[in-house]
């Protein structure tokens, strides 16, 4: 224990009072033989101890009542994205730094997770994340065949923003796999302008590996070098090959082992965490991004239960993760590549099966569903899913709810929901929108206020069996799930449809891939796509399902889940990743006459703020009336209303120096 220190010098939090924070490293030992421990890529390769096992040991953080009977014996677990931690921003309104540990009172926010009595925790379950401080890190084991080195194919792409001469082999700033042998002539650069365009290579002579200090290339094997300049908005891509793969799927295993511990209690006595299985009733995971798609691999390969088949969580919930999984468990996994409309192309992400039933892909003839393992198991957690709109352009999210070819809907599970939040991006919006390396403003849509009342909604289901809002999200039936062609988006002067999203193909890493987590095809032999489906949207363009907040049932703009790159950067034609739009109405009739806009103005439709404030708040009332928002958030919401209304029609605030 490196850390169990007071939370905000003992501030109470409500009636469950002070809080602590407690940090440090746990060490894990498993039993490669012993139940889904065989499901690791690897396990038979990894060091052994003395006792025949595979240890390995990962950072944690907690934050947890002081007095833990006083909390109401859920624990909440939240799979750190990237070593980060979220729990606060999402839930509390926190407005701290995610990559540090909370310190500050601002970085806690309105209390809410505090003050409904919730344990924290976070552990690190990626090996290879960035070289920052405060970030949870895990560290695995190398697998060693014997004696000898285990090497194997890596991939690796990437496309520049800007004219650089030196880009790193990881994804972004994360820990790569360094190449082998440098001098390899087999290897090839290539470079291409479309996700699935053809490939031209590279003259040797023109790169190397290396990266620039002070002018001139240092020989590396973390980077290459180009002298001349990669060019903004180009796919490069290269295959080399490296050795020592770690066992990245032991991160399953440690999470599943820690959640076990905690809830049943094990037998380290004396550990500051021995005792909380005293008091921990129930437990809750939450993964947003990256994190959620850990989460449904986690469901996938079993990882539900523990050694002695036990459920290890109650509920999971899978934030923003679309029809995703990922390289968490296979060799020379990247955990930190994804599948996005423009970035990270043909990695192990959206991949069959996307729904939680069976279905049968006739191409290749596999029949699975992501729940299969774990029906077998007895272990079937209660499962939110949550999406917002860009997971439809950007992360094959119709794809959990739909038939391979999007042409019918699969329902989910009976102890499942499934949730678009519409008009919304990757992330909840910010307030006024931004513009940086995007063709339009960013997506304001602030849906956290959904997330904190869906929270306590799951933690009711678990705790005694409440049932949570029916699941709200588009269906081929009711033709709010469409192609992209068939989009019913306004001509609005200036916007452009995007003419490419995201799509899901059937790919071929080779034989060994499946059973036994071997990569030996790179980059992937491609086959069919799946059939990708958006929401349906109205004459303003904002979507007709889905759950629908006060600003998109009473807009002042058209809120996309989807924006395109900005020229400056390159491929303007292309999806940015992770962001949308905003797209404001007119402010009167003769603005919106002027400008050909065929969106109604503000004024046409509201009158004057007031008006406006009405409709905000009786569709806030009704969405806590549905359990979709918390009442108490209400006022709040009219807040902010308030303050875009002021924003859009030019007027100036009080007590302010400038146009909030």
Do not use: C
């Not at 359990?627 to 303050?643: F, N, T």
């Amino acid at each position: 224990m490196t850390r169990n220190t007071a939370v905000l010098n003992g501030r109470p939090f409500g009636s469950v009072g002070p809080y602590r924070q407690l940090s440090g490293r746990i060490h894990f030992a498993v039993k490669p033989e012993v139940g889904n421990n065989k499901q690791v890529t690897d396990i038979l390769y990894a060091p052994r101890s003395a006792a025949g096992t595979v240890e390995y040991s990962s950072d944690f953080y907690a934050l947890v009542p002081e007095d833990l009977s006083k909390g109401n014996g859920t624990l909440l677990y939240e799979v750190p994205n990237r070593g980060r931690k979220t729990l606060l921003n999402f839930f509390n309104r926190g407005t701290g730094s995610i990559s540090i540990h909370p310190s500050a009172a601002s970085d806690y926010g309105d209390g809410l997770l505090m003050e409904q009595g919730f344990s924290l925790f976070w552990m690190g379950w990626q090996f290879d994340v960035p070289d920052e401080p405060d970030l949870l890190r895990f560290r695995a084991p190398i697998a060693r065949d014997g004696q000898k080195p285990i090497t194997g194919l890596v991939r690796s792409d990437f496309v520049p923003d800007a004219r650089v001469t030196t880009v790193h082999l990881a994804d972004r700033t994360h820990a790569p796999y360094l190449v082998l042998d440098p001098a390899d002539p087999s290897i090839e650069l290539t470079v291409r302008d479309r996700a699935h365009g053809p490939r031209t290579v590279m003259p040797r002579n023109r790169w190397q590996f290396a990266m620039e200090v002070n002018g001139k290339p240092v020989p590396v094997r973390s980077h290459i070098y180009m002298k001349q300049g990669f060019e903004p908005g180009r796919i490069y891509e290269i295959v080399y090959r490296s050795q020592d793969p770690p066992l990245a799927g032991l991160g399953l295993a440690a999470t599943r082992d820690l959640v076990s511990f905690l809830k049943f209690g094990g037998s380290a006595e004396g550990d500051v965490l021995a005792g909380f299985h005293r008091h921990i009733k129930r437990s809750m995971a939450f993964g947003s991004s990256q994190s959620g798609r850990f989460l449904r691999k986690f469901m996938y390969d079993g990882f539900n239960v523990d050694e002695e088949d036990r459920m290890v969580f109650d509920g999971i919930w899978a934030h923003v993760a679309g029809g995703g999984r990922g390289s968490f468990n296979h060799r020379f996994a990247q955990p930190s590549r994804d599948a996005r409309p423009f970035f990270n192309f043909l990695y192990p992400t959206d991949i069959f099966p996307f729904t939680d039933s069976d279905q049968t892909d006739p191409e290749t003839g596999l029949t699975e569903g992501l729940l299969g393992r774990l029906r077998s198991l007895k272990a079937v957690p209660r499962i939110f899913y949550t999406n917002s709109s860009y997971e439809y352009y950007g992360r094959s999210a119709a794809l959990i709810h739909t038939n391979l070819d999007g042409t019918k809907d699969v329902p989910p599970a009976p102890g499942t929901r499934i949730y678009l939040i519409a008009g919304a991006q990757h992330g909840p919006g910010g307030f006024p929108p931004q513009r940086g390396r995007t063709r339009h403003l960013t997506n304001s849509n602030n849906y956290a206020w959904t997330m904190r009342a869906l929270l306590l909604a799951m933690n009711r289901w678990l705790t005694n069996g409440t049932e949570p809002p029916a699941s709200q999200y588009p269906t081929v039936a009711a033709g709010q799930l469409v192609s992209l062609e068939s989009l019913n988006f306004p001509s609005i002067p200036g916007v452009q449809v995007p003419r490419r999203i995201q799509t899901a193909m059937r790919l071929d890493y080779g034989p060994e891939f499946r059973e036994k987590g071997i990569v030996s095809v790179e980059p992937p032999r491609i086959g069919k796509p799946f059939g990708m489906r958006l929401p349906q949207v109205d004459q303003d363009g904002n979507e007709t399902s889905g759950i629908r907040l006060p600003v998109i049932q009473v807009p002042l703009a058209t809120y996309m889940g989807w924006n395109l790159r900005d020229s400056s950067i390159g491929a303007p034609d292309e999806l940015y990743h992770m962001t949308g739009s905003t797209l404001p109405f007119a402010k009167n009739r003769d603005e919106r006459e002027r400008t050909g806009d065929p969106r109604l103005s503000i004024r046409e439709r509201y009158g004057d703020r007031a008006g406006y404030l009405r409709r905000i708040e009786a569709t806030a009332n009704q969405l806590g009336e549905d359990g979709l928002v918390l009442k108490s958030d209400i006022p709040l919401i009219v807040d902010s209303a308030r303050e875009q209304w002021d924003y859009w029609t030019d007027v100036r605030l009080p007590n302010s120096g400038r146009k909030q």
